[in-house]
């Protein structure tokens, strides 16, 4: 699972999340802190849980299907984070650009489950 593509941005993604939080206001932790970190780290999970169902497509799909929820729900507390003047424009950029990029590995691994059983 380590070697996939998916994985790696993905985690490199949540590593990212992780630090930037850390300058998020205390009033933040227990809510959209607590929320971006949980769901960029969904996506990863997600992707091994697929990895290890791979042996059965329907199964694959679905657990795939979850990672790019949980990308989505990453995408919408960047939204905020740059609603709320956390972060720059600059990096959420960068940021929705890799949750972007994820998108597109998910969406082929669920169309091309066969390739990777």
Known sequence: ???????????????EIFE???????????????QIRRSSRSVCSCIGEAYKKRKYPNHFISKLSDAAMENSETQVWLDVALG???ISTEKFEILDEQCEEIAK??????NNPAKFS
């Open 84 to 86: 709320c003047d956390y």
């Open 105 to 110: 590995l998910l969406t082929y691994m669920m």
């Open 20 to 34: 930037m939080t850390k300058t998020f206001p205390k009033e933040e932790t227990y809510s959209l802190t607590s």
């Open 1 to 15: 699972m380590r070697e996939l593509i998916a994985y790696k941005k993905g985690f490199s993604l949540l590593m």
